[in-house]
């Protein structure tokens, strides 16, 4: 975890950073770049969980019909999934999916979060093996819940075929059934994922770049603050990119859900 | 990263993509995260926001509920009032109407019983008139007559009774008076 504050206090970061940066040594086996069964990108992802469950535990063990602070807040993290996406996007029938979308929303704002946090400063998502479960699961929550509402053959057909005349059907058939059942999770995953990466990579080009112009020339030093200052600023941007991300994930999935149940095209 | 390349030896990473310890990982991380929160946490959320719409409607009906009762039991007071008021006036009317009946009764029987009191006195008075003069008439006759006898030197009074002067004389008199 702490190898690339090494590498930086003993001066030999290389710059640019490259990909290879994010896929960190394991650790355990301590240092293998083969295993990655327990890395500190899945570590992250445990806290992630342990975290969530913990604090949602702990302030939902014994709910008062007059709130504590504790309870309070998280009922209004749910407050907010149920009413503002769940409900907004859906209607009346959005709120039994609230939970699964509060889940979603939590576990990817915490995960995202970590890209700021200092010592853990790498988000798991960017790796894309975590936005691409996720968008999956969205794919296949939606497409459940579409099959389920409408039966098999009427939800296919109210998802591919729009109210068009027949002879341009030919041409929109298969537009329709790309951007629905191809493109869908692919953006859902990549969207999270290339956000993620971009901000790492960002913060990881502004920090280096300070240390490899010191370590190039000390006359560079107020350039090199400039950059730290830039990395502070981006933090900042990236917070917003964080919560920006976990909710159109999020807003995506209900809107999908949404198309799945609706009556007509 | 030449340095990590060279000491793991590894190829260099495709960040498109995943790994699949990664993806059994996150799996395995999510599912637990879903079940334990969907499971234990958010619907006993909606539990207690529907407690909390039951406890504000619940309080509102109860209110309500109260507001009516109220409102039914002033509505009966005013009635009971106004029909205590009216009674309380029909009593004190009928109460006016009593004394003045008293009075006027009391009254009635205090001129009656003046008029009869003055009415006895008058006749009182009309018969010890009568009777005083009656007895003066004899009296001033007698004493006429024995003065005369007196005046004269023989008595007159056997004369006078036969006669009736002393009575003519005096009826005379009275005539006289009366005109």
Known sequence: ?265 | MYFLAAEGGEATHNPIIPIWQEIVVGLVAFGILCFVLMKFVFPRMEQTFQARVDAIEGGIKRAEAAQAEANQLLEQYRAQLAEARTDAAKIRDDARADAEGIRQDILAKAREESDRVIAAGKEQLAAERATIVRELRTEVGTLAVDLASRIVGESLADEARRKGTVDRFLSGLESTGAR
Request: glycine residues 4%; positive net charge.
């Open chain 1, 1 to 265: 975890m702490f190898g690339q504050a090494n590498v930086l206090a003993a001066g030999q970061a290389a710059f640019p950073p490259s990909v290879e940066d994010f896929y960190l040594p394991s650790i355990l086996p301590w240092g293998a770049h083969d295993s990655y069964w327990f890395t500190k990108i899945t570590a992250m992802v445990w806290i992630a969980v342990g975290v969530l469950i913990i604090f949602f535990l702990a302030t939902y063990r014994n709910p008062q019909l007059v709130p504590t602070k504790k309870q309070w807040f998280a009922e209004s993290i749910y407050g907010f999934v149920r009413n503002n996406i769940a409900v907004d996007m859906i209607g009346h029938r959005g709120v039994r999916f609230a939970p699964y979308f509060t889940t979603l929303f939590c576990f990817v704002l915490l995960t995202n979060m970590f890209a700021i946090i200092p010592f853990f400063q790498i988000s798991p998502n960017s790796h894309i093996a975590f936005p691409a479960i996720l968008a999956v699961i969205s794919y296949l929550l939606f497409n459940w819940v579409g099959i389920r509402h409408h039966g098999f053959v009427k939800y296919f057909k109210n998802s591919l075929i729009p109210p068009a005349p027949w002879y341009i059907l030919p041409l929109l058939i298969p537009i329709e059934f790309f951007s629905t059942f191809l493109v869908r999770p692919f953006s859902l995953a990549v969207r999270l994922f290339a956000n993620m990466f971009a901000g790492h990579m960002l913060l990881l080009v502004f920090t280096l770049g300070g240390f490899a112009m010191l370590s190039a020339n000390t006359w560079l030093a107020p350039v090199s603050v400039l950059s730290w200052t830039m990395t502070i600023a981006l933090t900042f941007l990236e917070f917003l990119v964080i919560c920006l991300q976990a909710y159109v994930f999020t807003v995506l999935t209900a809107s999908y859900v949404q198309g799945a149940l609706a009556d007509e095209h």
